[in-house]
């Protein structure tokens, strides 16, 4: 019989590979399968039970999870008479005068997902650009640089901001000018509030890691590959190939739950436990 193949350059992927319409592997699936590499080869992957006993399966250094739409949590459902005010407030620190669309774009999905009062900090040429897009948002001018920034001097007016709100996001398409960068670097060691750091802000703290040390509320990352390679200063092959390592001891040492997004999304806890 002649199998599909696909030969691959791939550091995961050595000489020639059946490209598989089915996979059939027993017990339970296996890492490699779930790197973005294999999606083209592993087609629909099937469990196949042989009588491996269940015991083998809870041993407590096995840490990673793989997550089906069972297990996946559902939105609450809000009561009828609940207001604005019982259902999140969140606030986020994006944008420059030439990524104006990311802040658009993430408050766009702060309200849809559900945030009822979403509140951004915006550099002050680009808060009417944002404004119109987001209606629903309350949107707050910040002193910028002369390149359309954030300004360092934004910092006691986002702090205040910061302690009226449930969770913070930092980062998307806030550029990484030094004085902007200042600004993160400080934020990210004096907001007291969850944090989710995205985008610029992970360029930035790529640079100095040490604000991670000092936070006590739940941090956030969530890098795509790129800037997960330049937050351990490493090849983004290097994370490809070890992505299941790499993000465990990044998230244990950092004390942060680590989002590295991209095909089949690896989610890691501060205690290593992957998903």
């Known amino acids: 019989h002649s199998f599909p193949t696909r030969r691959s350059s791939d550091l995961l992927i050595e000489g020639t590979v059946i490209a598989a319409d089915t996979t059939i592997t027993m017990g339970r699936p296996k890492l490699g399968f779930f790197h973005p590499q294999a999606l083209s080869f592993v087609g629909e992957l099937e469990i196949a039970d042989i009588g491996i006993p269940q015991t083998m399966f ?3 250094e096995i840490t990673v999870n793989l997550v089906c739409e069972d297990d996946l949590p559902r939105l ?7 207001h604005k005010g019982e ?25 849809n997902s559900g945030a009822s009062y979403v509140n951004m900090g915006i550099p002050d040429s680009i808060s009417l650009i944002v404004n119109s897009h987001l209606t629903e948002a309350i949107v ?32 998307p398409g806030i550029g990484q ?19 989710i750091i995205d985008a610029d802000g992970l360029n930035i703290l790529a640079e100095d890691l040490s604000g991670l ?29 070890e992505r299941f390592k790499i993000t465990s001891k990044f998230a244990v040492e950092n004390k942060v739950y680590l989002i590295l997004k991209g095909p089949r999304t690896l989610i890691t806890t501060p205690l290593g436990e992957q998903y």
């Open 76 to 82: 609450p459902t809000r009561p009828e008479n609940t």
């Open 140 to 171: 707050e001018h910040l002193p910028e640089t002369e390149d359309g920034g954030l300004a360092y001097a934004a910092k006691e007016q986002v702090l205040k901001m910061a302690a009226k709100a449930d969770t913070v996001v930092l980062g």
């Open 177 to 195: 000018e030094q004085e902007t960068a200042q600004l993160v670097t400080e934020l990210i060691a004096e907001i007291d509030r969850p944090i």
């Open 87 to 111: 259902g999140g407030r969140l606030l986020i620190i994006a944008g420059s005068i030439r990524y104006s669309g990311a802040a658009i774009l993430a408050g766009i999905a702060a309200l």
């Open 213 to 241: 040390k000092k936070r006590k509320q739940p941090t956030l990352l969530t890098p795509h590959p790129g800037e997960m390679a330049r937050l351990l200063k490493i090849s983004g092959e290097q994370v490809a190939r």
């Open 58 to 60: 809870s041993d407590p």
